[in-house]
């Protein structure tokens, strides 16, 4: 099988991982192709997410490497293993890589926290309110383009459709509840919409009010998606017209901290939700 040439964050992800067991092992890339009887070349492509592994060449290295951790190894194999296609994959070689990135990222995800200071969370827009923004942040886009992006966000809500969705924790600035994305008809049906969302039973809607003392994080604007075992965690940093995948353990770390200390400063459940009605209300 020739190797892939746009492989997936999550195939990335997977080759980055036996890099780092096969370097914490300190063997070479060389002596881990003469294990599996392979050219160094594939177990380049291997690490670099570009070319695929088989569950018993992956138990083979890990066995090789003295990953004393199966949780870990099982849950590479599983990664390894995938070969069903999401309902992002409709949109390859149409969206941006990032957009395919992102809603794999978050269905593969056991628990996800994000922090927003300035926008709802994106899976948690409504069509008006992702529209909005896509024209505003790419005046020059087409209408059909527009409409594309729009439906994949809205898309994103399969999540909490799923079978087991995953544990879902909102944290969101009361700025973002009161900056009106689109009309005001529209900011009042967003609203309402997050008010039902939060009503879900594994949806946790935290508020930051203005009126919380010692809150300097505005600058922060993430998520933190939780794999199947720790070290498969993932950190999407979002920017205007970026998005950040970060996986080291210091980052993870660091992110973690970040998010623990600004929930300090939320509302508690009941109270942000009365928020959000409060301000519905005067819409």
């Not at 695929?52 to 599983?78: K, M, Q, T």
């Not at 799923?162 to 994305?181: D, G, S, T």
């Not at 609203?191 to 930051?208: A, F, G, H, P, Q």
Request: hydrophobic share 40%; charged share 30%; glycine share 6%.
């Amino acid at each position: 099988m020739p190797p892939r040439t746009n492989p997936t964050a999550r195939q990335e992800r997977l080759g980055v991982e036996l890099r780092r067991m096969r370097e914490q092992a300190s063997m070479t890339a060389r002596e881990a192709a003469a294990l599996l009887a392979i050219n160094p070349i594939q177990i380049s492509q291997i690490e670099s997410g570009r070319g695929g592994i088989s569950e018993e060449r992956l138990r083979r290295l890990a066995g090789f490497y003295e990953c004393d951790d199966p949780a870990l190894v099982d849950a590479l194999v599983e990664m390894a293993s995938e070969r069903g296609k999401g309902w992002w994959d409709e949109y390859r070689g149409v969206l941006p890589q990032a957009f395919h990135d992102l809603a794999e990222l978050e269905d593969r995800a056991t628990h996800l926290r994000t922090l927003q200071i300035v926008h709802i969370p994106g899976m948690m827009q409504t069509p008006d309110y992702a529209r909005a923004v896509f024209t505003y942040v790419k005046p020059d886009m087409s209408p059909e383009e527009i409409e594309t992006r729009v439906e994949h966000r809205t898309r994103r809500r399969a999540i909490f459709e799923k079978e087991e969705p995953p544990e879902f924790v909102a944290i969101i600035h009361e700025a973002a509840l009161r900056i009106m994305v689109g009309s005001r008809k529209s900011a009042h049906a967003t609203l309402l919409d997050l008010i039902d969302l939060s009503e879900r039973e594994r949806v946790t809607l935290r508020v930051i009010p203005f009126s919380v003392e010692g809150f300097a994080g505005a600058g922060y604007s993430m998520m933190y998606a939780n794999g199947r075992v720790p070290q498969l965690d993932t950190v999407v940093i979002d920017g205007a017209h970026y998005s950040r995948l970060l996986s080291t353990e210091a980052q993870l770390r660091k992110h973690r901290a970040v998010l623990d200390r600004v929930q300090d400063s939320t509302l508690p459940r009941t109270e942000s939700r009365d928020l959000i009605q409060r301000i519905a209300r005067e819409l």
